[in-house]
C-alpha cells in the first residue's frame, strides 16, 4: 500500500494518522447529520411512569405512593435540591461540564477497555446520552 512505506515506528504513525482523521471525519458527520434528526413528540408529552426501586432481592426500597398512587411526581428543577444535582453529576458523569453531551474520552477509555480485557469494565454514557435513550 503506497501510503504504508517505510517501516516500524514512522509506519504505525502514519497508520494512527489515518484511523484519527477518519474517526475526527466520522464524529463531525455525526454531528451534522444529528440536527436533522427530528425528536419525537412523545419526549416532550409522555407521562411519567411509576416507578418502584427494588433491591437485588426484590424488596421494595422506600416507596412513598402520592396521593394518586403514584410512586413519583414531577417537580420543578427549582424545587431539587442543589446536593442531589451535585451529587447526582458526581455519580454518573463527572466531567458533565467540561464536554458537550457526548463524552470522547471517557468513550475512548471504554472502548480501550473492551478492547484490552475483552468485557466491559467501565461504561462511558453521560447523563445526556442517558437521557435520550
Known amino acids: 500500500m503506497f501510503l504504508l512505506r517505510g517501516t516500524g515506528r514512522r509506519r504505525w504513525g502514519v497508520v494512527l494518522a489515518w484511523v484519527a482523521i477518519g474517526a475526527v471525519a466520522c464524529a463531525v458527520m455525526g454531528w451534522f447529520a444529528l440536527r436533522w434528526v427530528p ?35 414531577p417537580v420543578r428543577f427549582s424545587e431539587i435540591p442543589q446536593p442531589l444535582i451535585a ?18 474520552f471517557a468513550s475512548s477509555r471504554a472502548a480501550w477497555q473492551l478492547i484490552r480485557y475483552r468485557r466491559v469494565i467501565s461504561g462511558a454514557s453521560t447523563i445526556t446520552e442517558q437521557l435520550i435513550k
Open 39 to 73: 425528536l419525537p413528540e412523545s419526549l416532550f408529552a409522555a407521562p411519567i411512569p411509576e416507578v418502584e426501586l427494588l433491591d437485588r432481592n426484590g424488596q421494595a426500597l422506600r416507596s412513598t405512593p402520592t396521593d394518586q398512587g403514584a410512586f413519583q411526581h
Open 87 to 104: 451529587a447526582t453529576i458526581a455519580a454518573e458523569d463527572h466531567r458533565f461540564w467540561q464536554h458537550p453531551g457526548v463524552d470522547v
